[in-house]
């Protein structure tokens, strides 16, 4: 039972492009969202987030779009860089008994940004 | 300020032995978690704690204990190890909010 969906293992994308990284969730409760980001050998750090009472919060080069009638976020980086070449979180708290500050994550998806 | 530290970085077990992920942080933060990273996967909960003395399972438990004995550290304990414990272990805590802080991770290969 995969509360949070991303489809997409890898994305690829030419520098000054933009990326756009994908979630989608099942549950109905999450009113909360997180994107992390992960370089190997380290651990997962906050990106960006956004509330349910919002349909968009932006942080300098990243954006975040949330859909909630379709259950659908989304990551916009542009331009996109090299650095930014990494793993991408989606993740939610909640998600099941006990504490709601437990969050529940994606699967990730690896973003290649080309010189 | 450190943030989350966990020790060690890099461990090697064989199956059956036991050893304790240790973690701490130093930014007062009531909740704490631990999870596991598999290849491909993303990150699994295995215990959280809401305070110092409140330990609850997470999504995946089986094979390990944790305890809280004060607001700074989060043990994770392993008893006997085995392959399918083979993974990368991240410790984690938050304060007010699910803004969850992690520690650099613990690569675990049990042979």
């Known amino acids: 039972d995969q509360q949070v969906k991303q489809n997409s293992p890898s994305l690829s994308v030419q520098e000054g492009r933009i990326s756009i990284l994908n979630c989608d969730y099942t549950?109905?409760?999450?009113?909360?969202f997180l994107w992390y980001k992960k370089y190997p050998a380290e651990g997962p750090t906050f990106l960006i987030s956004?509330?349910?009472?919002?349909d968009k919060n932006e942080d300098g080069r990243f954006t975040v779009f949330l859909n909630k009638s379709a259950k659908h976020l989304s990551l916009h980086i542009v331009p996109s860089q090299p650095g930014d070449s990494a793993v991408y979180f989606c993740?939610?708290?909640?998600?099941?008994?006990?504490?709601?500050?437990?969050?529940?994550f994606g699967k990730g998806t690896l973003l290649t940004v080309n010189p | 300020n450190a943030g989350v530290t966990q020790t060690p970085k890099f461990r090697i077990l064989k199956i059956g032995q036991s050893m304790t992920l240790q973690c701490a942080q130093d930014m007062n933060h009531n909740y704490m978690y631990w999870y596991r990273q598999d290849p491909g996967m993303g990150l699994k909960l295995i215990y959280y704690?809401?305070?110092?003395?409140?330990?609850d399972k997470g999504e995946v438990p089986n094979g390990y204990n944790v305890s809280r004995s004060t607001t700074e550290d989060f043990p994770l304990r392993l008893e006997l190890a085995a392959p399918s414990q083979t993974s990368v272990y991240f410790c984690?805590?938050?304060?007010?909010?699910?803004?969850?802080?992690f520690g650099q991770g613990t690569r675990l290969t049990v042979v």
């Open positions: 549950n109905s409760m999450f009113d909360y």
């Open positions: 956004i509330s349910s009472i919002k």
């Open positions: 993740a939610a708290p909640g998600g099941g008994a006990g504490s709601n500050y437990k969050l529940t």
């Open positions: 984690a805590s938050s304060g007010q909010g699910p803004r969850a802080f």
């Open positions: 704690s809401v305070g110092a003395g409140i330990t």
